[in-house]
Protein backbone atom coordinates (compact mmCIF):
# COMPACT_ATOMS: atom_id res chain seq x y z
CA UNK A 1 0.00 0.00 0.00
CA UNK A 2 2.46 3.11 -1.26
CA UNK A 3 0.62 5.83 0.46
CA UNK A 4 0.58 3.95 3.63
CA UNK A 5 4.16 3.34 4.44
CA UNK A 6 4.97 4.22 8.01
CA UNK A 7 3.49 1.54 9.63
CA UNK A 8 4.48 -0.79 6.59
CA UNK A 9 7.75 -0.03 6.17
CA UNK A 10 9.57 -3.33 7.88
CA UNK A 11 6.97 -5.60 5.13
CA UNK A 12 8.30 -3.05 2.50
CA UNK A 13 11.72 -3.76 3.27
CA UNK A 14 11.33 -7.56 3.52
CA UNK A 15 8.49 -7.87 0.03
CA UNK A 16 8.29 -4.92 -2.05
CA UNK A 17 12.11 -3.48 -1.65
CA UNK A 18 14.69 -6.25 0.07
CA UNK A 19 14.28 -9.38 -2.21
CA UNK A 20 14.27 -7.36 -5.56
CA UNK A 21 17.62 -8.82 -6.47
CA UNK A 22 16.61 -12.23 -6.38
CA UNK A 23 12.99 -11.23 -8.14
CA UNK A 24 14.55 -9.56 -10.41
CA UNK A 25 17.42 -12.74 -11.52
CA UNK A 26 14.25 -14.97 -11.51
CA UNK A 27 12.29 -13.21 -14.29
CA UNK A 28 15.65 -12.68 -16.24
CA UNK A 29 16.42 -16.42 -15.58
CA UNK A 30 12.72 -17.39 -17.30
CA UNK A 31 12.99 -14.59 -20.18
CA UNK A 32 16.19 -15.86 -21.03
CA UNK A 33 15.52 -19.91 -21.26
CA UNK A 34 12.25 -19.46 -23.56
CA UNK A 35 10.78 -16.34 -25.04
CA UNK A 36 7.91 -14.21 -23.93
CA UNK A 37 5.64 -11.71 -24.86
CA UNK A 38 5.41 -9.61 -21.57
CA UNK A 39 5.68 -10.24 -18.01
CA UNK A 40 2.77 -9.91 -15.42
CA UNK A 41 3.88 -8.60 -11.82
CA UNK A 42 2.32 -7.58 -8.62
CA UNK A 43 2.91 -4.57 -8.18
CA UNK A 44 4.53 -4.69 -5.26
CA UNK A 45 6.99 -6.91 -7.03
CA UNK A 46 9.54 -4.22 -7.91
CA UNK A 47 11.79 -7.20 -8.68
CA UNK A 48 10.32 -9.00 -11.33
CA UNK A 49 9.59 -5.51 -13.26
CA UNK A 50 13.21 -5.00 -12.87
CA UNK A 51 13.84 -7.96 -14.64
CA UNK A 52 11.56 -7.05 -17.45
CA UNK A 53 12.82 -3.73 -18.35
CA UNK A 54 16.71 -5.45 -17.97
CA UNK A 55 15.67 -7.87 -20.88
CA UNK A 56 13.49 -5.18 -22.64
CA UNK A 57 10.25 -7.13 -22.09
CA UNK A 58 7.03 -5.43 -21.89
CA UNK A 59 5.71 -5.14 -17.92
CA UNK A 60 2.28 -5.20 -16.82
CA UNK A 61 1.50 -4.32 -13.23
CA UNK A 62 -1.31 -5.82 -11.29
CA UNK A 63 -2.93 -3.85 -8.78
CA UNK A 64 -6.17 -5.34 -6.63
CA UNK A 65 -6.84 -2.23 -4.51
CA UNK A 66 -7.25 1.76 -5.52
CA UNK A 67 -4.49 3.55 -6.53
CA UNK A 68 -2.04 3.88 -3.23
CA UNK A 69 1.16 5.28 -5.16
CA UNK A 70 2.46 8.17 -3.64
CA UNK A 71 1.09 11.09 -5.63
CA UNK A 72 1.35 14.99 -6.25
CA UNK A 73 -2.65 15.74 -7.43
CA UNK A 74 -4.20 12.89 -4.88
CA UNK A 75 -4.94 13.44 -0.94
CA UNK A 76 -1.88 11.56 0.86
CA UNK A 77 -4.47 8.98 2.02
CA UNK A 78 -7.99 8.42 1.17
CA UNK A 79 -9.76 9.36 4.45
CA UNK A 80 -8.74 12.75 3.18
CA UNK A 81 -11.27 14.68 0.47
CA UNK A 82 -10.11 15.36 -2.70
CA UNK A 83 -8.52 19.12 -3.06
CA UNK A 84 -10.41 22.16 -3.66
CA UNK A 85 -8.05 25.60 -3.93
CA UNK A 86 -4.27 26.53 -3.00
CA UNK A 87 -4.43 24.87 0.43
CA UNK A 88 -5.43 21.45 -0.99
CA UNK A 89 -3.28 21.33 -3.63
CA UNK A 90 -0.28 22.22 -1.44
CA UNK A 91 -1.38 19.20 0.85
CA UNK A 92 -1.27 16.60 -1.44
CA UNK A 93 2.07 17.91 -2.96
CA UNK A 94 3.49 18.13 1.09
CA UNK A 95 1.81 14.49 1.66
CA UNK A 96 3.65 13.29 -1.97
CA UNK A 97 6.80 14.44 -0.82
CA UNK A 98 6.30 12.74 3.32
CA UNK A 99 5.22 9.30 1.59
CA UNK A 100 8.54 9.65 -0.89
CA UNK A 101 11.33 10.15 2.14
CA UNK A 102 9.11 7.33 4.40
CA UNK A 103 9.74 4.82 1.03
CA UNK A 104 13.27 6.18 0.27
CA UNK A 105 15.25 3.19 2.55
CA UNK A 106 13.79 0.72 0.10
CA UNK A 107 15.28 2.35 -2.83
CA UNK A 108 19.16 1.05 -2.00
CA UNK A 109 18.33 -2.27 -3.15
CA UNK A 110 16.08 -1.67 -5.74
CA UNK A 111 18.76 0.04 -7.17
CA UNK A 112 21.30 -2.50 -6.83
CA UNK A 113 19.63 -4.77 -8.29
CA UNK A 114 18.82 -2.47 -11.56
CA UNK A 115 22.60 -2.10 -11.18
CA UNK A 116 23.20 -5.48 -11.88
CA UNK A 117 21.75 -5.04 -15.35
CA UNK A 118 22.68 -1.65 -16.24
CA UNK A 119 19.99 0.33 -15.46
CA UNK A 120 19.71 3.67 -14.10
CA UNK A 121 18.75 4.70 -10.91
CA UNK A 122 15.55 5.39 -9.63
CA UNK A 123 15.27 8.96 -8.01
CA UNK A 124 12.17 7.56 -5.72
CA UNK A 125 11.11 3.91 -5.37
CA UNK A 126 7.39 4.00 -6.97
CA UNK A 127 9.11 5.20 -10.51
CA UNK A 128 9.43 1.40 -10.95
CA UNK A 129 6.26 1.30 -11.92
CA UNK A 130 6.78 4.01 -14.24
CA UNK A 131 8.52 1.77 -16.07
CA UNK A 132 5.96 -0.36 -16.54
CA UNK A 133 3.97 -0.39 -20.10
CA UNK A 134 1.15 -0.60 -18.24
CA UNK A 135 -0.18 -0.56 -14.54
CA UNK A 136 -3.90 -2.21 -14.61
CA UNK A 137 -6.03 -1.18 -12.10
CA UNK A 138 -8.30 -4.46 -10.70
CA UNK A 139 -10.73 -1.90 -9.18
CA UNK A 140 -13.52 0.45 -10.65
CA UNK A 141 -12.94 4.35 -11.71
CA UNK A 142 -16.09 4.81 -10.29
CA UNK A 143 -14.95 3.99 -6.72
CA UNK A 144 -11.50 5.31 -6.86
CA UNK A 145 -10.04 8.95 -7.80
CA UNK A 146 -8.38 7.92 -11.67
CA UNK A 147 -4.37 9.61 -11.55
CA UNK A 148 -4.47 12.00 -14.12
CA UNK A 149 -0.46 11.96 -13.87
CA UNK A 150 -0.04 8.41 -14.61
CA UNK A 151 -0.30 7.61 -18.21
CA UNK A 152 0.18 4.20 -18.19
CA UNK A 153 -2.61 3.14 -15.68
CA UNK A 154 -5.92 1.72 -16.90
CA UNK A 155 -8.76 0.78 -14.84
CA UNK A 156 -10.34 -2.64 -16.02
CA UNK A 157 -12.71 -3.52 -13.25
CA UNK A 158 -12.34 -5.04 -10.43
CA UNK A 159 -12.16 -9.20 -10.64
CA UNK A 160 -14.82 -10.85 -8.24
CA UNK A 161 -13.16 -14.31 -6.66
CA UNK A 162 -15.71 -16.09 -5.10
CA UNK A 163 -15.41 -17.72 -1.76
CA UNK A 164 -17.36 -21.67 -1.79
CA UNK A 165 -19.48 -22.61 1.00
CA UNK A 166 -17.70 -24.59 3.91
CA UNK A 167 -20.69 -26.51 4.57
CA UNK A 168 -22.80 -26.46 1.35
CA UNK A 169 -25.00 -29.02 2.79
CA UNK A 170 -25.74 -27.58 6.40
CA UNK A 171 -26.57 -24.21 5.99
CA UNK A 172 -29.89 -22.86 6.25
CA UNK A 173 -31.10 -19.16 5.62
CA UNK A 174 -32.63 -18.09 8.54
CA UNK A 175 -36.11 -18.05 8.48
CA UNK A 176 -38.69 -15.26 7.42
CA UNK A 177 -38.47 -12.22 5.14
CA UNK A 178 -37.18 -9.58 7.79
CA UNK A 179 -34.40 -7.80 6.05
CA UNK A 180 -30.69 -9.75 5.51
CA UNK A 181 -27.95 -8.79 6.68
CA UNK A 182 -24.74 -10.16 5.69
CA UNK A 183 -21.40 -9.81 7.54
CA UNK A 184 -17.99 -10.63 6.17
CA UNK A 185 -14.83 -9.88 8.18
CA UNK A 186 -11.19 -10.10 6.76
CA UNK A 187 -9.67 -13.74 5.35
CA UNK A 188 -7.10 -13.06 7.47
CA UNK A 189 -6.49 -12.96 11.16
CA UNK A 190 -7.33 -9.52 12.58
CA UNK A 191 -7.75 -10.20 16.05
CA UNK A 192 -11.45 -9.78 14.75
CA UNK A 193 -13.51 -12.49 17.13
CA UNK A 194 -15.03 -10.29 19.30
CA UNK A 195 -15.75 -7.42 16.73
CA UNK A 196 -17.62 -10.30 15.37
CA UNK A 197 -19.29 -11.44 18.39
CA UNK A 198 -20.21 -8.24 19.18
CA UNK A 199 -22.23 -7.69 15.45
CA UNK A 200 -24.17 -10.83 15.83
CA UNK A 201 -25.09 -9.73 19.13
CA UNK A 202 -25.71 -6.41 17.85
CA UNK A 203 -28.06 -8.58 15.19
CA UNK A 204 -30.07 -11.00 17.28
CA UNK A 205 -31.54 -7.95 18.91
CA UNK A 206 -33.13 -6.59 15.82
CA UNK A 207 -35.76 -7.46 13.34
CA UNK A 208 -33.33 -8.80 10.82
CA UNK A 209 -31.76 -11.82 9.47
CA UNK A 210 -28.25 -12.28 9.60
CA UNK A 211 -25.71 -14.32 8.28
CA UNK A 212 -22.38 -14.25 9.78
CA UNK A 213 -18.92 -15.34 8.08
CA UNK A 214 -16.24 -16.11 10.07
CA UNK A 215 -13.89 -16.69 7.42
CA UNK A 216 -11.07 -19.50 7.39
CA UNK A 217 -9.12 -17.55 10.29
CA UNK A 218 -11.89 -17.76 12.77
CA UNK A 219 -13.57 -20.97 14.04
CA UNK A 220 -17.15 -20.34 13.99
CA UNK A 221 -18.06 -22.00 16.88
CA UNK A 222 -16.23 -18.86 18.70
CA UNK A 223 -19.39 -16.65 17.65
CA UNK A 224 -22.46 -17.74 19.25
CA UNK A 225 -25.25 -17.85 16.89
CA UNK A 226 -29.09 -16.60 17.70
CA UNK A 227 -32.48 -18.15 16.29
CA UNK A 228 -32.07 -15.78 13.39
CA UNK A 229 -28.29 -15.01 13.14
CA UNK A 230 -26.55 -17.74 11.48
CA UNK A 231 -22.77 -18.14 12.10
CA UNK A 232 -20.64 -20.19 9.08
CA UNK A 233 -17.46 -19.91 7.91
CA UNK A 234 -17.67 -18.89 4.19
CA UNK A 235 -20.03 -18.90 1.44
CA UNK A 236 -19.93 -17.57 -2.17
CA UNK A 237 -20.40 -13.81 -2.16
CA UNK A 238 -21.87 -14.45 -5.95
CA UNK A 239 -24.83 -15.65 -4.47
CA UNK A 240 -25.63 -14.00 -1.13
CA UNK A 241 -24.81 -10.59 -1.31
CA UNK A 242 -27.11 -9.71 -4.29
CA UNK A 243 -30.35 -10.98 -1.99
CA UNK A 244 -28.29 -8.61 1.36
CA UNK A 245 -29.94 -5.58 1.86
CA UNK A 246 -27.02 -4.34 4.15
CA UNK A 247 -23.15 -5.85 4.62
CA UNK A 248 -21.32 -4.87 7.50
CA UNK A 249 -17.44 -5.17 6.62
CA UNK A 250 -13.94 -4.50 7.61
CA UNK A 251 -13.47 -2.44 4.45
CA UNK A 252 -10.99 -4.99 2.58
CA UNK A 253 -11.05 -4.01 -0.76
CA UNK A 254 -12.09 -7.29 -2.17
CA UNK A 255 -15.82 -7.53 0.14
CA UNK A 256 -16.62 -3.94 -0.20
CA UNK A 257 -16.31 -4.05 -4.01
CA UNK A 258 -18.39 -6.86 -4.60
CA UNK A 259 -21.10 -5.85 -1.91
CA UNK A 260 -21.05 -2.23 -4.38
CA UNK A 261 -21.16 -4.38 -7.71
CA UNK A 262 -24.08 -6.17 -6.08
CA UNK A 263 -25.99 -2.91 -5.07
CA UNK A 264 -25.67 -2.92 -1.64
CA UNK A 265 -25.04 -0.46 1.26
CA UNK A 266 -22.23 -1.30 3.60
CA UNK A 267 -21.76 -0.53 7.25
CA UNK A 268 -17.87 -0.55 7.41
CA UNK A 269 -16.17 -1.33 10.40
CA UNK A 270 -12.43 -1.04 9.49
CA UNK A 271 -9.84 -3.04 11.18
CA UNK A 272 -6.40 -1.62 9.42
CA UNK A 273 -4.74 -1.87 6.64
CA UNK A 274 -5.80 -0.13 3.86
CA UNK A 275 -9.42 -0.34 5.40
CA UNK A 276 -10.08 3.21 7.07
CA UNK A 277 -8.95 4.62 3.62
CA UNK A 278 -11.31 2.42 1.62
CA UNK A 279 -14.73 2.57 4.05
CA UNK A 280 -14.01 6.51 4.01
CA UNK A 281 -13.58 6.28 0.06
CA UNK A 282 -17.18 4.33 0.18
CA UNK A 283 -18.86 6.87 2.54
CA UNK A 284 -18.08 9.79 0.45
CA UNK A 285 -19.65 7.79 -2.40
CA UNK A 286 -22.77 7.62 0.06
CA UNK A 287 -23.08 3.99 -0.15
CA UNK A 288 -21.45 3.53 3.40
CA UNK A 289 -21.67 4.26 7.42
CA UNK A 290 -18.07 3.82 9.17
CA UNK A 291 -17.98 2.99 12.53
CA UNK A 292 -14.83 1.89 14.55
CA UNK A 293 -14.04 -1.37 15.63
CA UNK A 294 -14.52 -0.54 19.73
CA UNK A 295 -18.06 0.43 19.27
CA UNK A 296 -20.27 -1.60 21.35
CA UNK A 297 -23.30 -3.89 19.99
CA UNK A 298 -25.64 -0.94 20.89
CA UNK A 299 -23.96 0.86 18.98
CA UNK A 300 -23.78 -1.39 16.10
CA UNK A 301 -27.59 -2.51 16.11
CA UNK A 302 -27.84 1.70 15.85
CA UNK A 303 -25.80 1.90 12.83
CA UNK A 304 -27.56 -1.15 10.99
CA UNK A 305 -31.21 0.46 11.92
CA UNK A 306 -30.18 3.81 10.21
CA UNK A 307 -29.05 2.09 6.86
CA UNK A 308 -31.99 -0.06 7.24
CA UNK A 309 -34.40 2.43 7.54
CA UNK A 310 -32.10 4.81 4.27
CA UNK A 311 -33.62 3.97 1.30
CA UNK A 312 -31.41 6.44 -0.34
CA UNK A 313 -28.33 4.30 0.18
CA UNK A 314 -29.95 1.82 -1.54
CA UNK A 315 -30.77 3.83 -4.37
CA UNK A 316 -27.16 4.96 -4.25
CA UNK A 317 -25.60 1.82 -4.01
CA UNK A 318 -27.66 0.12 -6.82
CA UNK A 319 -26.62 3.37 -9.00
CA UNK A 320 -22.81 2.77 -8.42
CA UNK A 321 -23.08 -0.76 -8.23
CA UNK A 322 -24.89 -0.37 -12.03
CA UNK A 323 -22.24 1.21 -13.01
CA UNK A 324 -19.20 -1.01 -11.64
CA UNK A 325 -20.49 -4.20 -13.51
CA UNK A 326 -20.56 -2.12 -16.86
CA UNK A 327 -16.87 -1.84 -16.02
CA UNK A 328 -16.92 -5.30 -15.29
CA UNK A 329 -18.61 -6.45 -17.98
CA UNK A 330 -16.49 -4.23 -20.70
CA UNK A 331 -13.95 -6.68 -20.84
CA UNK A 332 -11.26 -3.85 -20.77
CA UNK A 333 -8.73 -6.66 -18.82
CA UNK A 334 -8.48 -8.88 -21.57
CA UNK A 335 -7.95 -6.23 -23.99
CA UNK A 336 -5.15 -4.25 -22.26
CA UNK A 337 -3.97 -8.21 -21.85
CA UNK A 338 -3.93 -8.67 -25.26
CA UNK A 339 -2.59 -5.31 -26.53
CA UNK A 340 0.44 -5.91 -24.19
CA UNK A 341 0.94 -9.24 -25.42
CA UNK A 342 0.85 -7.99 -29.26
CA UNK A 343 3.67 -8.18 -31.46
CA UNK A 344 5.38 -4.77 -31.16
CA UNK A 345 5.04 -3.22 -34.66
CA UNK A 346 8.93 -3.69 -35.15
CA UNK A 347 8.93 -6.74 -34.14
CA UNK A 348 11.19 -8.29 -31.34
Known amino acids: MPHAPGCLRPGAGRLIAGPAALFAADIVAALDAEPFDAVLADGALLGA ?7 GVRAVVLLGCVYLVP ?6 VGRLRPARGAWGRARDRAGFHVS ?5 PGLRPV ?16 DQLDHADRMLMLTSSEFDDPPPEAPNVRYVGPVLEDFTATDPGVFAMPPGDDPLVVVGLSTSFMDQSDLLRRITRALASLPVRGIVTTGPSIDPAVVPA ?4 AVVRSLPHSAIFPQADLVVTHAGHGTLIKAIASGVPTLCIPLGRDQHDNAARAAR ?7 SSRADADTIAAAVRRMLDDPS ?13 AEIASGALLAELEGVAAPRATGR
Open 49 to 55: LVGAEAR
Open 71 to 76: SRVRPP
Open 100 to 104: QLLWN
Open 111 to 126: NEARAAYGLEPLQRLW
Open 226 to 229: APNV
Open 285 to 291: HGVAQVL
Open 313 to 325: RRATAAALGERVR
